[in-house]
């Protein structure tokens, strides 16, 4: 596996997103709305997803009242998305947009914090769909968006625990080890046969309530807050990053 960081001190120029069309899943809360926020504030027209509308809608009225593109809405559950409405939204986005420049995987769910002894089978099920099936199917419906830019990236969210396997994970750690190998399999598909990008961030800890849950007993302003972790979020969807694919990266 290939890991890298973005470049030292990485500043994207004002406007490095302008006119791009972005989507971010899990765009209400967390990471998701920092990045909805950033990409807007570099002129993006962002697609925010995400399960809870009114989250949706105050990132929406924060990214008006900075100024933003006016982004667009799109309330779906991952945990119960259906072929048919994925393929619904491609086509919606393909009548209003024509095309995706950027696609951001970030939607995920913790779940049981268990050993794989004592893991609910609904539980680990509620995980893979979240993290990797839904994940999969919208890559798999917005490809051919993707193809009609001129320059697409995807990134997909990744964690530590994709990378080295940890004790009471469950789930949630197997569903980051697919994410990796979704991305490489992806990348590697693509490399040479479209100007799709596919990389994966790994965040590392960020004070969201994710990760408070995850660790109650930490202090959580010990850790950065998703807006400070966001130059690698816009060094891959900048055309600063075009050729660069099949890397994970590390955010921290
Ligand atoms: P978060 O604060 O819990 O935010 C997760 C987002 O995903 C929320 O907006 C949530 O929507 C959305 N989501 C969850 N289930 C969904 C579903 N069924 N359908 C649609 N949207 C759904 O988590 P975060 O810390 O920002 O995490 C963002 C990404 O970074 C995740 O992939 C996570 O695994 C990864 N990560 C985070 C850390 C960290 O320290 N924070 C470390 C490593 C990796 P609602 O708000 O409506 O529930």
Redesign the pocket.
Known sequence: MLIRQAPEHYQPAAQALLGKVIMV?????????AAALAYAAHGATVIL????EA?LEAVYDAIEQAGGPVPALVP????SISEQQAADLAAELQAEFGRLDGLLH?????GERRSMASSSWQGWQEVMQ??VN?AFLLTRELLPLLQAAPSASVIF????VGRVGKAFWGA?AVS?FATEGMMEVLAAELENTSKIRVNCI?????N????RAAYPAETPTD?PF?ADIMPVYLYLMSDDSAGVTGVSFNAQ
Do not use: C, E, F, Q
Request: glycine share 18%; aromatic share 2%; charged share 15%.
């Open positions: 899943t899990g765009a209400g809360d967390g990471i998701g709305r997803l995400g399960r809870t989250k779906v559950d991952l945990g970030n939607a995920s769910l913790l979240v993290n839904a969210t990744s964690s530590g949630y980051k790994n965040p590392g800890a960020t969201t309530a994710m990760r850790n998703p």
